[in-house]
């Protein structure tokens, strides 16, 4: 458990509880009632969205006003969207996962990374139902895919770099180092803690010559004195 402060001074609690992470899909009751056949198609869907996004976002609104409450058909337009640089569309894809389904991990997270563009991360707390712990946010679980492991410790390690928490966020990155070495997520992080030494290392370099300069200035006044 580690303690950390918030954007807006609430005290944060960082938990790292005991869950199982698996490879194996994790697939709720709406979807495991679908035929073979409309899994198949999403599954093509899923590889739609990223090796050709327009023509997925050309098809995905058909299916998602045929099963408006799969979640994931939400999220396979939001990686479409996010392919192409359609911002506005994308936070609103986003915004109607999140509305349609409010428990759904990937909407919160998808949310909480257009909040952390644009610095509001009290937003993010807000998302996350200030949990920084799967387990927490999901108590009637105890397993999770991987995907849903790396999404959400990404988030919550660049939350914690956003509110200047390093200590928590270098907690989670070895986590995820862990578990996912190799994932773009995982070098992310990693390169957002390194740039985040670089810039308090140039605070303080842009503060010290300041201070060096002062007695200078002082001395310089008595010099001048009669």
Known sequence: MKNAS?????????????????????????????PREVK??????????????????????????????????????????????????????VLENLRRNPDYLFARLNYADICMARGDYQKVAEILDNKFDLRLLY?????FHISEFVGFMSVIG?????????????VVYEALREIAPDDPSTRRLRKELHLS??????????R???KMRSPQRHQDTKDQSP
């Not at 914690?160 to 270098?170: D, L, M, N, T």
Request: some cysteine; overall charge neutral; charged content about 35%.
């Open 208 to 210: 010290t010559p300041e």
């Open 197 to 206: 030494v670089v810039r308090r290392l140039a605070r303080r370099l842009l």
């Open 139 to 143: 108590p009637h679980r105890k397993r």
């Open 40 to 93: 198949d198609e999403f599954d093509r869907l899923h590889d739609l969205a990223i090796t050709d996004p327009r023509k997925a976002i050309e098809e995905l609104p058909h299916w998602i006003e045929r099963y408006p409450n799969i979640p994931m058909l939400h999220n396979y337009l939001s990686v479409a969207y996010s392919k192409i640089g359609a911002r506005r569309e994308l936070e609103q894809t």
């Open 6 to 34: 918030s954007s807006n001074g609430e005290p944060v609690v960082l938990y790292l509880s005991e869950y199982e992470i698996t490879c194996e899909p994790i697939q709720d009751k709406r979807y495991r009632k679908l």
């Open 158 to 170: 660049r939350y914690f770099i956003g509110i200047g928490e390093r200590e928590s966020a270098e």
